[in-house]
């Protein structure tokens, strides 16, 4: 197991346009994240998965954004009728419940909105 | 909620000599973690070092040592003996918990160069 993986590395899409991110986690970890990072900021926290469910989500997660965990192993994030403002690199992470750190990141998907 | 604040924007040391990136935080909870991770370029995020509110000695990984002032309110990292690969961006971070999940807030980062 290499790590956690996102896919894909860069996106450009033409606003309005759907897109669609993966992210698999590493796979003995039930714990997984995402963040959204802009430029010249820290990441920010938009959702979590515990196993399959959705257990919390940030106001950041407007009704374009939806996020799904089937079956507790990857996990896609997609944004509908993107803006110019969803532009940011998006992180993944994933981590196990045993302990208190321990978080292990993706190389994040940078998305580019023109 | 908690809060990171880290107030360089932009560091830049010499090849070799030790830098102090510094971090406070803002917490009511008696029970916390903080966590420093490294960002090259290429924008994964690296875990360097976690210090638990209950550890009573800085944590240290190798170069990196963390200096915990609990009644400051402070975690700076201190990277000992620079080395070129060591520029990239360092934030600070803690844990927190809300509606039952443990998720990780951020700082708004230091960008380190390093000079050879």
């Known amino acids: 197991d290499t790590g956690v993986s996102q896919d894909p590395r860069h996106k450009i899409t033409k606003r309005g346009q759907n897109v669609t991110f993966r992210c698999d986690p590493i796979s003995e970890h039930n714990r997984l994240y995402w963040y959204r990072q802009t430029l010249g900021q820290g990441p920010e926290f938009l959702t979590y998965f515990q196993n399959e469910a959705q257990l919390e989500k940030s106001r950041l997660l407007s009704d374009r954004f939806s996020a799904e965990r089937p079956k507790g192993s990857f996990s896609t994030l997609e944004i509908q009728r993107t803006e110019q403002g969803d532009s940011a690199m998006y992180l993944c992470?994933?981590?196990?419940?045993?302990?208190?750190?321990?978080?292990?990141f993706g190389s994040g998907t940078r998305l580019t909105v023109v | 909620a908690q809060k990171i604040t880290q107030t360089q924007p932009g560091m830049f040391v010499q090849e070799k000599e030790a830098v102090t990136l510094d971090c406070t935080y803002d917490?009511?909870?008696?029970?916390?973690?903080l966590f420093w991770y490294k960002q090259p370029s290429s924008g994964e995020m690296i875990f360097l070092i976690y210090?638990?509110?209950?550890?009573?000695q800085n944590a240290t990984e190798g170069r990196y040592s963390l200096n915990f002032q609990k009644a400051r309110k402070s975690a700076n990292l201190v990277i000992s003996a620079s080395q070129l690969g060591d520029s990239a961006m360092y934030f600070c971070?803690?844990?927190?918990?809300?509606?039952?999940?443990?998720?990780?807030?951020f700082g708004q980062g230091t960008r380190l160069t390093i000079n050879p």
């Open positions: 992470a994933s981590r196990t419940g045993t302990y208190d750190y321990g978080y292990t």
């Open positions: 917490t009511s909870d008696q029970s916390y973690g």
């Open positions: 210090q638990g509110s209950y550890d009573e």
């Open positions: 971070a803690m844990r927190e918990i809300s509606q039952g999940a443990q998720k990780l807030v």
